[in-house]
């Protein structure tokens, strides 16, 4: 079956700096979408992609869709502690069913 | 507007017990999904109901089973409870028909833990 794979699985960066997650998929996807978990919390939706090579933005986060539409990237700019969590990526099995990548937990330090 | 609701918060059961979870989707919503969340497993996609009717489940034996209401709430329960179903069980509800198609609301979710 479709396998959603993330990396990093865990990354510590100091406040201000960069982070990115990568989201590899088995096969081409419809859409990808981006969820953001905090420590003790649930899955937030924080954006759907369909185009291939498409890219959003929201504030300090970028995302974007392969040219290919088998993988897909977070990109955090200037990491704030307000960032911390668990950002998963989900990909759909037909139209039933999301495959969930087993995430990238970020920790911040001030 | 109210989001998902889950209940109860914690659920302590014995190895062999039954447990039985609950979910109110968000009003106007229909779609229900179950996840199971494991330490370092992800989120594991459980059971999808919709209009009453179960539309998918993912790969689990049949001691997990659930139903859904008129009322468009959902049950999830988990018969002859193994030590390994300790989890967060989270649910999600959708306006869109299928969670491929867009964005899922998910409740706070309901730890298991099985002693």
């Known amino acids: 079956g479709q396998q959603v794979m993330q990396i990093p699985q865990y990354q510590h960066v100091q406040e201000g700096e960069d982070f990115t997650t990568y989201c590899n998929s088995s096969?081409?996807?419809?859409?990808i979408q981006w969820y953001k978990q905090r420590p003790g919390g649930h899955p937030v939706f924080l954006i759907q992609l369909v185009k291939s090579g498409e890219v959003k933005k929201q504030k300090r986060l970028t995302f974007q869709f392969g040219e290919a539409k088998k993988n897909s990237s977070l990109h955090i700019t200037a990491t704030q502690t307000t960032d911390v969590g668990t950002y998963f990526c989900a990909g759909p099995q037909g139209y039933s069913t999301l495959t969930f990548g087993k995430g990238t937990m970020l920790l911040v330090s001030p | 507007e109210a989001g998902v609701t889950q209940s109860p918060t914690h659920l302590i059961k014995t190895r062999g017990q039954q447990a039985t979870l609950r979910c109110s989707p968000i009003s106007g919503h229909t779609s229900v999904y179950w996840y199971q969340q494991a330490l370092g497993l992800g989120l594991q996609f459980l059971l999808w109901?919709?209009?009453?009717?179960?539309?998918n489940r993912g790969n689990f034996p049949p001691r997990f089973s659930g139903r859904q209401f008129p009322n468009y709430s959902s049950e999830l329960n988990v018969n002859a409870l193994e030590l390994e179903d300790s989890a967060l069980y989270l649910c999600?509800?959708?306006?869109?028909?299928?969670?491929?198609?867009?964005?899922?609301?998910f409740g706070p979710g309901t730890r298991l833990t099985v002693t």
């Open positions: 999600a509800s959708s306006y869109l028909l299928g969670q491929a198609r867009g964005e899922q609301y």
């Open positions: 109901y919709d209009e009453g009717e179960e539309r």
């Open positions: 096969t081409t996807l419809s859409n």
